[in-house]
């Protein structure tokens, strides 16, 4: 069975770049979004453009931090109560920096840790209840080919992203008894100008990245896509 009925979908750090570029796909195939950020005045001028194009009926947000656990809690309990249901929870949200490991600080360690996985593990436990309520849910974790290959300067991002990994493939063994799907996108480099790498033509697209994501949680039910990777078609 194809998935293609309207969905209710969580995307986390969706106001900006790849997370925003998810949000837009998902609307323009019928589904339901709840964006959130961490910066309330961006969050609620992307929530204003978004209500416009598709209508306030169908995408809703609020600020949150994924790196605090009380703070998905309350996120997820705002959304249920627009949506009365999740069936899709898209852990996008993440920080990135390109530099050597002598010169990493203590602070910004625990920022790329927080966020980058225990922001995911937070996302999944305070969902989790509500997924495991349908008969097929999804979660789809951001990764990236940092996870598996790895770079000077990316002791910080390389780590997150090899960890996210290992979480993904093990939390699919978990969940998949109750009939959650759990999917890893792990991209090349995309223009978002994220890490503070400046965008090329060469790159990939948000726009790349948010159709394969919107054509996994809209596959076959009795499929799960558990990791794939993207490069651009012209080297990088």
Not at 83 to 91: E, P, Q, T, W
Not at 95 to 107: A, S, W
Not at 118 to 124: A, D, I, L, Q, R
Request: proline share 3%; glycine share 10%.
């Amino acid at each position: 069975m194809k998935l293609k009925k309207s969905r209710n979908a969580i995307i986390t750090g969706s106001t900006q770049g790849i997370g925003l570029a998810i949000a837009h796909e998902f609307l323009e195939r019928g589904h339901n979004v709840y964006i959130c950020g961490r910066e309330e005045v961006k969050l609620n001028k992307v929530l204003k453009d978004l209500s416009v194009l598709f209508g306030s009926d169908r995408v809703f947000g609020s600020v949150c931090d994924v790196a605090s656990l009380a703070s998905v809690e309350g996120m997820i309990k705002n959304a249920v109560s627009h949506f009365g249901s999740i069936d899709v929870l898209v852990n996008n949200a993440g920080v990135g920096f390109i530099t050597p490991f002598e010169e990493i600080t203590p602070d910004q360690w625990a920022e790329i840790i927080d966020v980058n996985l225990t922001g995911v593990y937070n996302c999944c436990r305070a969902t989790l209840p509500w997924l495991k309520k349908n008969k097929i849910s999804d979660i789809v974790n951001l990764g990236s080919r940092s996870g598996r290959y790895a770079y000077a300067g990316g002791t910080g991002y390389n780590t997150t992203k090899f960890g996210l990994q290992g979480f993904t493939e093990a939390l699919f063994l978990d969940l998949n008894q109750y009939g959650v799907r759990v999917s890893l996108v792990a991209p090349g480099t995309v223009s978002t100008g994220f890490g503070g790498l400046e965008p090329k033509d060469s790159f990939l697209s948000p726009s790349d990245v948010a159709e394969v994501v919107a054509n996994i949680i809209e596959s076959n039910s009795r499929a799960n896509i558990n990791w794939v990777e993207m490069r651009p078609s012209r080297p990088e």
